[in-house]
């Protein structure tokens, strides 16, 4: 059975044009509730760590240099089926190839600084929570 949780930052490009507001009610009026929310900058080291799984990708050097360039807001949203429903309602990596209507494609400047990321499974919707939030901090 699908999970009930998954998550997400808001990445440097867009809170740095401001629009990280717009994006928090796009994601709540599609029916995310937040359950953990916070405003962090992550350092080069913690955006290596967090994206260790791409170290082996040719822009890997580059992602932890964007994702480390300002600040981001790190969230944990509950909805059924959330990772899938909310993969669907970023859309696509690339926002040239993003649906009409999607963070991504309203958003996004390029493949790299997309404006938003999600979780692609359960399993890494958990770890990727567990990274920002301690269990406290999860409501
Ligand atoms: P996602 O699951 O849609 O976020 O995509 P991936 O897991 O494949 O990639 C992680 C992040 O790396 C993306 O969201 C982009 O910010 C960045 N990225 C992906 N592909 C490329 C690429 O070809 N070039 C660059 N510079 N960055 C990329």
Redesign the pocket.
């Known amino acids: 059975m699908a999970g009930t949780k998954t998550f997400t930052m808001i ?1 440097p490009d867009a809170f740095a044009d401001g629009n990280s507001g717009a994006i928090i009610k796009m994601i709540e009026e599609a029916g995310f509730a937040i359950k953990a929310m916070k405003l962090v900058r992550l350092t080069a080291e913690n955006a290596g760590g967090f ?1 260790a799984v ?1 170290k082996e ?1 040719p ?1 890997y050097g ?2 932890v240099k ?1 994702m480390s360039s300002g600040p981001i807001i790190a969230m944990i949203l509950e909805k059924e089926n959330a990772v899938e429903d909310f993969r669907k309602f970023i859309g ?2 690339n926002p040239a190839e993003a649906a009409e209507g999607t963070v991504r494609k309203l958003f996004a400047k390029s ?4 404006a938003i ?2 979780s ?1 499974s359960d399993e890494n919707a958990a770890i990727e929570g567990s990274f920002f939030f301690s269990e406290l901090e999860k409501h």
Do not use: S
């Open positions: 990445k994206y791409h990708r822009f580059d992602l964007y696509a990596t493949i790299e600084a997309n990321h999600g692609d």
